[in-house]
């Protein structure tokens, strides 16, 4: 019995040694600039890296004494010294996360950025060589001008110490849309089989996708011929590129980007070895993120308090739109800075986009049309307040734009309430205060009525039209007067006639009545404001505009401001209303500022041109300012900017 116990623990033991015994799997990878690295490598790329995870060096790296043929714990870079992070980085961590104590991996790097597939090609490769470009000589020219050949030598030097278990391609960007890729490719991976006495049953190649067209990569259309590939070599597989961030060239990923990319091929790679992957991802990366904007680099220049261009510019190239609707038909995405509702186009992920460039800096509403189904964008928190359909909202950025929030004092926006006996409920007010406000408690200060437009709520020119950071921006550049800002609901909840009619006439009266009667007495009550005419002034957008006009004409004893923008009222509703004091001369005696604004492409536009032409028959003085485009938030943003340097003084 002891005996047969010794046998036992012996035998227990030597397959513990056998199960132990050390492992290496080696991984060739070969493409272009994104599979050499070309985003900046970052201090935690360098750091927790395993002793498990090893690099051959393909070419000498004189400056880390790393020596071609030799392997190297995989501190980046991996590929050539002059080289940034590669997905190849993160794929290797991924992989030793995931796989047994005494398996290490080891990675083969050739890759040569801006390359055509054909510097991999054996029997193209020589005459590749003498027609490539001038800056690819001296990359060639460490590869001896043959990158192929360098990968299977440094492989056959990796195979004595263990098993190439797989492949790595990203390559695609200088064969953009080329059919005849896919036999090249295969062409390459036949000739590895070949070359190495690989079993193509048994080594996987992994191809990832371009810069993905739901990130606005410009090579995205080869992304279609990268899923084709198991139609050539059936042990072939895409790495999905979805959602990993890009550089602003749009051509390649960034380091986050990278290391997204990397930990999908790894977590393929470990599925083909029947290994669960750990969690590796950021709990962000699957949220799709839309809209994405692609920026030239810029800089802050203290001195001057503004973005000024780096050595790549500073300006805005495009933005690209996302939605996910793998199961669509169609898509369709439509905004105020196209005309018409422009076609989405949908990736190997049910991912529809569209990469458009907008023509000037604003801030645009915009909705996606899924099947004839209009929908806000689910990725964006920013929404377009309305009473019906709600918009999503993006900002092409421009630190010189009004609209933009600076380095300046910032006055403070309230939402309340007040009870409305005329409509029988407590109704929603927003009211913003100067920044000043709280430092002057003896200080009153003049009263800014502005009313919202037909289907917007009292938010809209707050989200939307951003009327506290113009104001705020103009108080500071001493272009406006520090004022109190009120803005109310306009809707009277009974429904909103056409404007040209009288029934709109008569919802304009009840509404007047609300702000002199309501509105007006709870700001009173509530804040210091200055009480005379002179320091009130009434001003909104579309419905909003009919509403100031008719409040401020009924009572030119209360306002001597006044601004319509993209508004009317009818002739018959003047006549019947204000016969007496629309004069010349009247009208210049109780208006200090009468002022009306249009975009030559408003649908109101004739409506507004009749209202104007009753003031030009009557010798009736205004101001009036007509802009290119339509019954847009970005023309009322203009006009609110304009009118607020003109009122209180």
Request: contains cysteine.
């Amino acid at each position: 019995m002891k005996r047969l116990f010794l046998t036992l623990c012996v035998a227990m033991a030597s397959l513990s040694l056998v199960a132990q015994k050390p492992e290496t799997q080696i991984y060739l990878c070969f493409g272009q600039s994104n599979m050499e690295g070309n985003a900046k490598i970052e201090e935690v790329d360098r750091q927790n890296i395993d002793p498990r995870f090893q690099m051959m060096a393909c070419v000498d790296f004189p400056k880390m004494g790393r020596k071609m043929g030799k392997m190297y714990p995989a501190v980046p870079p991996l590929c050539r010294e002059d080289n940034g992070l590669t997905p190849v980085d993160y794929f290797g961590r991924t992989m030793v996360e995931n796989l047994p104590q005494n398996v290490s991996i080891c990675v083969i790097n050739v890759a040569i950025g801006g390359c055509d597939i054909k510097a991999f090609m054996k029997d193209s490769i020589e005459a590749y060589c003498k027609v490539c470009p001038d800056w690819m000589v001296g990359m060639l020219k460490q590869y001896d001008n043959n990158p192929y050949k360098r990968l299977v030598d440094m492989a056959k030097i990796a195979q004595k110490k263990g098993t190439i278990k797989g492949i790595l391609l990203h390559q695609g960007e200088t064969n953009n849309g080329h059919e005849e890729w896919l036999g090249m490719v295969k062409s390459v991976y036949d000739n590895l089989m070949k070359d190495l006495n690989l079993n193509p049953d048994e080594v996987p190649l992994l191809a990832g996708e371009t810069v993905n067209g739901d990130r606005g990569g410009i090579c995205y259309a080869h992304n279609a011929i990268i899923k084709r590939l198991p139609e050539v070599i059936k042990n072939s597989h895409l790495i999905s590129s979805s959602g990993c961030p890009e550089n602003f060239d749009q051509l390649h990923f960034n380091a986050e980007g990278y290391r997204m990319f990397g930990r999908r091929y790894a977590v393929k790679m470990l599925e083909l070895l029947g290994i669960k992957a750990k969690d590796t991802s950021n709990p962000r990366a699957n949220n799709l993120v839309s809209p994405v904007l692609h920026m030239m680099k810029f800089k802050f220049d203290r001195e001057k308090n503004q973005l000024v261009e780096d050595e790549t510019g500073g300006k805005l190239r495009s933005v690209t739109f996302n939605v996910f609707a793998p199961n669509a038909k169609n898509v369709e995405f439509s905004s105020q800075f196209t005309k018409g509702n422009q076609q989405m186009i949908k990736n190997n992920d049910g991912i529809w986009s569209i990469t458009l460039t907008p023509e000037k800096p604003d801030i645009y509403p915009y909705n996606f049309i899924v099947d004839g189904v209009s929908i806000s964008d689910p990725a964006n928190m920013n929404v377009f307040p309305n009473e019906n359909f709600k918009a999503s909202l993006f900002e092409v950025p421009d630190y010189q734009q009004l609209y933009t929030i600076k380095d300046v004092p910032h006055g403070k926006v309230t939402y309340m309430n007040y009870k409305s006996e005329e409509l029988g409920v407590y109704r929603p007010l927003i009211v913003y205060t100067p920044a000043e406000y709280e430092q002057n408690p003896n200080k009153n200060y003049p009263v800014f009525y502005l009313v919202s437009g037909t289907t917007d709520t009292e938010e809209t020119w707050y989200k939307v039209g951003k009327f506290n950071t113009i104001l705020d921006n103009l108080i500071a550049e001493g272009k406006a007067v520090p004022m109190i800002v009120v803005l109310p609901y306009g809707n009277m909840l009974h429904g909103t006639p056409n404007p040209t009619t009288m029934e709109a006439v008569s919802m304009y009266q009840q509404f007047s009545k609300v702000m002199t009667n309501e509105i007006m007495p709870f700001v009173e009550k509530n804040f210091r404001t200055k009480n005379d005419r002179e320091s009130r002034a009434i001003a909104g957008f579309s419905r909003g505009g009919g509403q100031s006009q008719f409040t401020a004409f009924s009572n030119p004893d209360k306002f001597a401001n006044m601004a319509s923008y993209s508004a009317y009222l009818i002739p018959e509703a003047m006549d019947k209303y204000f016969n007496d004091l629309l004069t010349a001369e009247n009208m210049k005696k109780n208006f200090k500022v009468l002022w009306y604004g249009v975009g030559n492409e408003d649908f109101l536009y004739q409506n507004v041109q009749t209202h104007l032409d009753y003031f030009k028959k009557r010798g009736i003085e205004y101001k009036y300012k007509e802009t290119e485009g339509g019954h847009t938030w970005m023309n009322a943003r203009d006009y609110l900017a304009e009118t607020l340097q003109l009122f209180f003084k």
